[in-house]
T-cell receptor, first 112, second 109 residues
Framework: DTGVSQDPRHKITKRGQNVTFRCDPI?????LYWYRQTLGQGPEFLTY????????KSRLLSDRFSAERPKGSFSTLEIQRTEQGDSAMYLC??????????FGQGTRLTVV | GQSLEQPSEVTAVEGAIVQINCTYQ??????LSWYQQHDGGAPTFLSY????GLEETGRFSSFLSRSDSYGYLLLQELQMKDSASYFC??????????FGGGTRLMVKP
């Protein structure tokens, strides 16, 4: 499978715990995006990378959230001290220089 | 900032044609994209309009009027598998997408 893959697909965590998600983009894509989607809503932009550089962060991305793309390939999104309001689907998308964005299946986070 | 408006729900019968409208307000606009998302699935790209006019891809067409800040997605010869949520999204600098709230399309036999 050469699409965007995300791991894990589902995560249940207790409030206050830290969680980390991983995204493996399509290999030749230099741009990588993180979005968050809640039930019945459209995806909301969180942050994006061009190669290893994080170029934009949404105001939605509080200081409990951090994202990295250390070698310009895979990316991680960490949420510290999770809150119930963090429960959502976290989507990763990658894009090449002349293509549309391809989304992964997402990681569904439930904070209990 | 960006805001997009689209109907929350549309119902149509198999074989029919349906149009999903999208109006937007934006501070930076490169183009309008359309995505399809089945329940539990990933958003999948359908169409993109950077310039005014109609883009046709098989049974799906998308239209853009930049002067009216308006676009639509037209689905023809509806099939049951077309039941899904459809999102319009404004593409801005960096190819970041701002999505509308989505339109849930239900296709009935």
């Amino acid at each position: 499978d050469t699409g965007v893959s995300q791991d894990p697909r589902h995560k249940i965590t207790k409030r206050g715990q830290n969680v980390t998600f991983r995204c493996d983009p399509i290999s030749e894509h230099n741009r990588l995006y993180w979005y968050r989607q809640t039930l019945g809503q459209g995806p909301e932009f969180l942050t994006y990378f061009q190669n290893e550089a994080q170029l934009e962060k949404s105001r939605l991305l509080s200081d409990r959230f951090s994202a990295e793309r250390p070698k310009g390939s895979f990316s991680t999104l960490e949420i510290q001290r999770t809150e119930q309001g963090d429960s959502a689907m976290y989507l990763c998308a990658s894009q090449g220089s002349d293509t549309e964005a391809f989304f992964g299946q997402g990681t569904r986070l439930t904070v209990v | 900032g960006q805001s997009l408006e689209q109907p929350s729900e549309v119902t149509a019968v198999e074989g029919a044609i349906v149009q999903i409208n999208c109006t937007y307000q934006t501070s930076g606009f490169y183009g309008l994209s359309w995505y399809q998302q089945h329940d539990g699935g990933a958003p999948t790209f359908l169409s993109y309009n950077a310039l005014d006019g109609l883009e046709e891809t098989g049974r799906f067409s998308s239209f853009l009027s930049r002067s009216d800040s308006y676009g639509y997605l037209l689905l023809q010869e509806l099939q049951m598998k077309d039941s899904a949520s459809y999102f319009c999204a404004v593409r801005a600098a960096g190819n970041m997408l701002t999505f509308g709230g989505g339109t849930r399309l239900m296709v009935k036999p």
